[in-house]
């Protein structure tokens, strides 16, 4: 049976990208050589890594203005600590909406003064603070774009005048937005755009260089970047798959195109969620529902047995809730057909009908 996978994270990929990808571990580029064998430094790979980055960059709107794309290890957990090493000088503004800036902010505070500008953690994270104000002499402001435990997501960000430096781990290439905004994004490639392994970071180049600390080689940013992104081994197998994804992205017409079915999908499940007597959502304000991870619950613990049941033998994987939040978790990221949303509201349609 087909499974419709609602993983978190590592989440489904194209069916494409892993025929693509399987067949590279045994033979790559007709080398009659394993692509996980090959030399990083060789030129199929070399030209992997640099058509990776290009291709992020194409995809966010910024090629030619004057950012790099990166692809690190350690995942967006480094990006924590490494964002606040290139950056941080004095203090920094940061929005807790969850437990990944939660732990964004830990990192940070180990060097300089962090201002937690607003927080929704009074109400478990399920909803996104609003009219706040950010210090105008911050070094930068930190916000994560969606929060895959409590599914919320920010529609809008602020108008700064310092550095933008958002968390887009799980919501990456998934709608449009104004990138130039930014000045650093970082996102772990596990949760929309390939295995986990790689973390894409997509960096202004103008912002680094300015603090006055001496930062380790495989910390620096711009080491990185005068590397090419490849200062030390990376990690071929998660760049070579995201490449493949975003190859794949551009050919389904690109994040306009993901957006449109992403809107469809989440428009889809949040109508039966509303609309079903059995199931609430957790989020509390319905502008602030995650298109990419919809947070629901039962209205009566009686029904889980028969509800987990159903679902379960429909062939669908991963709608456990996160351990710290409970209830349920439909993850659906570029990669899930709206067929597979389709399979989840028809069991909560059939479990409504059984009472």
């Not at 989020?283 to 947070?295: F, G, Q, W």
């Amino acid at each position: 049976m087909k499974k419709h996978n609602f993983s978190a994270g590592p989440c489904i990929l194209p069916q494409s990208v892993m025929q693509k990808a399987s067949e590279a571990v045994i033979n790559f580029n007709n080398l009659d050589l394993s692509l996980i064998e090959i030399s990083h430094r060789s030129k199929d790979f070399v030209d992997v890594m640099e058509n990776a980055r290009s291709l992020a960059l194409e995809h966010l709107g910024l090629q030619n203005k004057g950012y790099q794309a990166l692809f690190l290890q350690g995942g967006a957990s480094t990006q924590f600590l490494m964002a606040a090493y290139n950056l941080l000088e004095n203090k920094a503004a940061y929005l807790n909406t969850g437990t990944w800036s939660s732990k964004a902010i830990k990192e940070a505070k180990l060097f300089g003064e962090i201002i937690e500008v607003a927080s929704s953690k009074n109400a478990n994270f399920n909803y996104i603070p609003k009219e706040y104000v950010i210090p105008s002499d911050a070094d930068y402001f930190h916000c994560t774009s969606n929060n895959t435990i409590f599914g919320t997501q920010m529609k809008e960000f602020p108008e700064v005048n310092m550095p933008l430096v958002c968390d887009m781990s799980s919501d990456i290439f998934s709608r449009v937005l104004d990138f130039s905004k930014f000045d650093l994004i970082y996102a772990g490639a596990q949760k929309n755009m390939g295995p986990a392994g790689t973390t894409l970071v997509v960096v202004k180049e103008d912002i680094l260089g300015k603090i006055s600390r001496t930062i380790p080689s495989m910390l620096d940013y711009t080491v990185h970047i005068g590397k090419d992104s490849m200062f030390n081994t990376p990690p071929v197998f998660a760049v070579y798959v995201s490449m493949l994804t975003l190859e794949w992205l551009k050919e389904k017409g690109g994040v306009a195109a993901a957006e449109k079915l992403n809107n469809e999908k989440a428009s889809l499940l949040y109508t039966e969620i509303d609309r079903n007597s059995l199931f609430e959502g957790f989020v509390a304000n319905k502008e602030d529902r995650s298109n990419m991870n919809a947070t629901f619950n039962l209205t009566s613990e009686s029904h889980k047995d028969a509800f987990d049941s159903l679902w379960k033998n429909a062939g669908i994987n991963g709608l456990e809730g996160h351990r710290s939040v409970g209830g349920y978790r439909a993850s659906m990221y570029n990669a899930l057909p709206i067929e597979s949303v389709q399979v989840l509201v028809d069991v909560m349609k059939e479990l409504e009908r059984k009472g």
